[in-house]
């Protein structure tokens, strides 16, 4: 046995320049002299991966030995962000890379720079499974994230000359990626196809081809916690690399379709968020992830065991799965433990309930993955047997339980047509939970209602956080040292609802005035910023107004817009005065799925909005509106803290949580929202004194929908609306082509399913609230710092203990 280590000892500012420079020398093959930022960015990354190597072996160690149970986090998607500057702040090495970079003729920032943002996921619910890795290594909880390593991920999104998105490849991976270690010793082989026999009483799964499932470890250093967990992504490569006898026959395309075919499944991520795709390779995937990543649970906890006693299986791990992605686990470890280990249905199916819970993150019911029967039965014909046989017994169990037959009939996990992921989810699991109160509130009333109903004690809530670390300490130096000035300490860092302790000086004028300072100096700095990146003057001397998210009817760009628009033509026919003008500047960044064409729309009339307003000397100084290209996480980090006013308009009922809204609250924006998602426990810790709230409730959109709603007849009825949608039907954004958006106008008008014109006039008004909050600097800011204040809660260390209390049933290792 080696001797397990105790983590590095932190090193010098020279001795991590050395550090740096051996890496140049022997792994970069370049010396310090002819070193590029890039160079330099890959031998710092080595060099403080090589620091957390000893934690990272000892946490793995005391993971299989330990005290408590770990947590496997199957997603589909780990939206990580940058690594670097998080890597040093947990390692405890910034101040000694700041120095010896210096000393090697760089600047800090301009290596944090250089790293290539990997985009290994679409949006909210990659970044939120990135946030609670970096948490539970923070609490010391032992912890695999389970994924995949896709070659391309979220796609480049940049604007042609008519505004249009455009879409091009992440090649994320041509460029030298040192965080993850690909082990190829340690792979899985995961099977499709083919056909299920019977042999000596046996089914035998006879699959007709499989791909190498191959691991890449990444770190995941907790902060100040000592602990390293791993983050495990599968790459796809196949057994026959190449066809020697078709190479040989000069047939060189056919020689490597095998190959092809492999690695097709690894090669990219669906740009999708919150829509329904049923497409074959979607489903390859998931079922690659999850076969690859039971199989190294079962290697990891039972090491060279031939038979282990699998029954101990859920007091080595729980698996969160994240959405229902990879719920075809369920089926899987059902198989695993059957055909592979010889158990009997009944200790299977004890073991895999106890092993799994789901976390839903929609309240679209067409979001929910629904699989055709006839797919699954191509790709994966016992795992189709097993779903068949685990709907037979949970209609037995219905039944059993007095449950009426039209129940039954709506709740069939396997419909004869098909399969409903959720529904096997829900009854495979332990546990399920929402991702707000409201949220899971609504999936036991409304979405799961009839599985609430049935089994109470499943339904539960954890709200959503995000992690302090990236999201306030990293992105926001100067707000962070002002905490910690205010505070007398930096504890927050790991415990944010210290930041309570801040409320009392939100009296205090001088402590306000310097939190104002703050604010002002981010906004300089993203004012660089978007020059540098984006080419843009923007004038900091105006609200900064922001609007960052997927691009989805139900988030409603489209209220945002029409309510610029609005604006716009108030300060065109002088229906304002000059000095009732309050100067904006109005930040939009998304990304649309490139086959979604109402939101691909909408992103055109964002650009041409822009290019109207922004050139029309008559509104110069007074409102400017930018599209912002590849929304992402390094755009985040830095249009978050330099935001004053932050937009969660979504129809009430829609969105699940949003984590967007907790990144601004904490980072000292205030919210004009809905009572949809988090906002609502947003608005209740945060105070309503200190949020915009405007709209329908969860209620009343029932209601009108109940009612039979009719858009058109809210164009009719409020002027600023109907004139602003007239706007747009009649060319002014469009160079005068009346079609240029014809069918989003007629969407408004005839269709509307998130009822944005509906909404319209209150968020009109309310902007008449928000304007003369924001005359009156001091107010705004207090109510800012009340907002950073009270926002605590949001961190995902405290979602990750929600977890761990009511789902997971487990807790940090022992020293
Ligand atoms: N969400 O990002 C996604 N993708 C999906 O496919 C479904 C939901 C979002 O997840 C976030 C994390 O829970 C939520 O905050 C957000 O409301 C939801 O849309």
């Not at 301009?110 to 609670?132: H, M, S, T, V, W």
């Not at 958006?741 to 998130?754: E, N």
Request: hydrophobic share 40%.
């Amino acid at each position: 046995m080696t001797e397990i280590t105790a983590p590095k000892s932190p090193v010098t500012a020279d001795q991590f320049a050395d550090e740096i420079r051996e890496q140049l020398k022997y792994t970069q093959n370049v010396t310090a002299e002819q070193a590029t930022a890039a160079d330099v960015y890959v031998a710092a990354s080595k060099a403080v991966r090589n620091h957390l190597a000893d934690s990272w072996f000892k946490t793995q160690a005391d993971t299989v030995n330990g005290n408590t149970k770990a947590v496997g986090y199957f997603s589909a998607e780990f939206l990580m962000g940058k690594q670097l500057e998080n890597a040093l702040l947990n390692a405890g090495l910034t101040e000694q890379f700041d120095k010896a970079v210096e000393a090697l003729g760089f600047q800090p920032k301009d290596i944090i720079d250089a790293e290539y943002e990997p985009g290994l996921g679409n949006g909210g619910l990659g970044r939120l499974a990135a946030c609670f890795i970096d948490s539970l290594a923070s609490l010391g909880v032992p912890a695999f994230g389970y994924g995949i390593q896709y070659k391309y991920g979220i796609f480049k999104q940049t604007f042609d000359e008519n505004g249009k998105q455009v879409e091009t490849p992440d090649y994320w991976l041509t460029n030298e990626e040192p965080w993850g270690h690909i082990d190829y010793n340690r792979d899985q082989k995961v099977s499709f196809g083919g056909e299920v026999v019977e042999e000596n009483g046996k089914k035998v799964w006879k699959p007709a081809w499989s791909v190498r499932a191959v691991p890449v470890d990444y770190l995941v250093p907790g902060y100040k916690s000592q602990r390293v967990n791993t983050l495990r992504l599968w790459t796809a490569k196949s057994y026959d690399e190449f066809d020697l006898l078709a190479f040989n026959r000069s047939e060189y395309m056919e020689a490597v379709k095998p190959q092809v075919k492999a690695e097709n499944i690894s090669k990219i991520l669906y740009p999708e968020d919150s829509t329904k795709v049923g497409k074959e390779l979607r489903l390859e995937q998931q079922y690659f992830f999850v076969s690859a990543s039971l199989h190294d649970a079962i290697r990891v906890f039972y090491p060279g065991q031939d038979k282990p006693d699998l029954t101990t299986f859920p007091d080595k791990i729980t698996f969160q799965l994240n959405d229902t992605h990879p719920v075809i686990g369920i089926p899987e470890l059902m198989r695993i433990l059957i055909d592979e280990y010889d158990y009997d249905w009944d200790t299977a199916w004890n073991i895999t309930v106890k092993t799994f819970n789901y976390t839903c993150h929609t309240l679209l019911p067409e979001a929910l993955e629904v699989w055709p029967a006839s797919l699954i039965g191509e790709l994966l014909p016992r795992h189709l047997e097993i779903i068949e046989k685990i709907n037979e017994q949970f209609e037995d169990e219905l039944k059993g339980k007095g449950v009426a037959d039209e129940t039954i009939e709506r709740m069939r996990i396997y419909t004869g047509d098909s399969v409903r992921m959720a529904y096997l989810a829900t009854y495979g699991g332990s546990h399920v939970n929402g991702v707000a109160a409201l949220h899971s509130q609504l999936l036991k009333d409304v979405t799961l209602k009839d599985f609430s109903d049935v089994y109470p004690t499943k339904f539960t809530n954890v709200t959503n956080g995000v992690t302090p670390r990236r999201f306030v300490k990293l992105a926001n130096p100067a707000l962070s040292d002002l905490i910690t000035e205010g505070l007398g300490t930096d504890k927050w860092i790991s415990d944010l609802e210290m930041l309570e302790g801040l409320v009392p000086l939100a009296k205090d004028d001088e402590f306000v005035k310097k939190f104002a300072a703050v604010k002002a100096a981010n906004k300089h700095a993203f004012v660089g910023f978007a020059k540098d990146h984006y080419g843009l003057d923007i004038d900091e001397n105006t609200m900064f107004n922001t609007m960052v998210k997927r691009l989805h009817e139900y988030k409603r760009q489209s209220l945002k817009i029409l309510a610029v628009i609005s604006k716009y033509a108030a300060i065109k026919n002088g229906t304002v005065s000059a000095d009732e003008i309050l100067p904006r500047t109005v930040f939009f960044g998304a990304k649309a799925a490139p086959g979604y064409y109402l939101a691909k729309m909408t992103i055109q009339l964002i650009n041409n909005v822009s290019r109207v307003v922004n050139n029309d000397p008559d509104v110069k100084g007074k409102l400017a509106v930018h599209m912002l290209p590849n929304y992402n996480i390094e755009m985040a980090q830095n249009l978050i803290p330099a935001t004053e006013l932050d937009e969660q308009i979504s129809q009430a009922g829609k969105e699940a949580s949003g984590t967007g809204n907790m990144k601004f609250a904490l980072n000292g924006a205030l919210t004009v929202g809905t009572l949809d998602g988090a906002n609502v426990e947003i608005r209740e810790r945060v105070g309503a004194e200190n949020f915009f709230l405007f709209g329908m409730t969860v209620e009343e959109v029932d209601k009108l929908y109940a009612d039979g709603y009719d858009p058109a007849k809210y164009y009719e009825a409020d002027p600023r609306l109907k004139q602003a949608i007239d706007l747009v039907a009649n060319g002014t954004f469009s160079n005068g082509d009346r079609n240029a958006y014809a069918p989003l106008v007629a969407d408004w008008l005839t269709k509307d399913w998130f009822m944005t014109l509906a909404d319209f006039s209150a968020y009109a008004d309310i902007q008449a609230e928000i304007e003369k909050l924001y005359r009156d600097p001091l107010e705004w800011n207090r109510k800012a710092l009340l907002n950073v204040a009270n926002s605590g809660f949001f961190s995902s260390d405290r979602s990750m203990e929600d977890y761990l209390e009511r789902i997971w049933h487990t807790g940090p290792l022992a020293d």
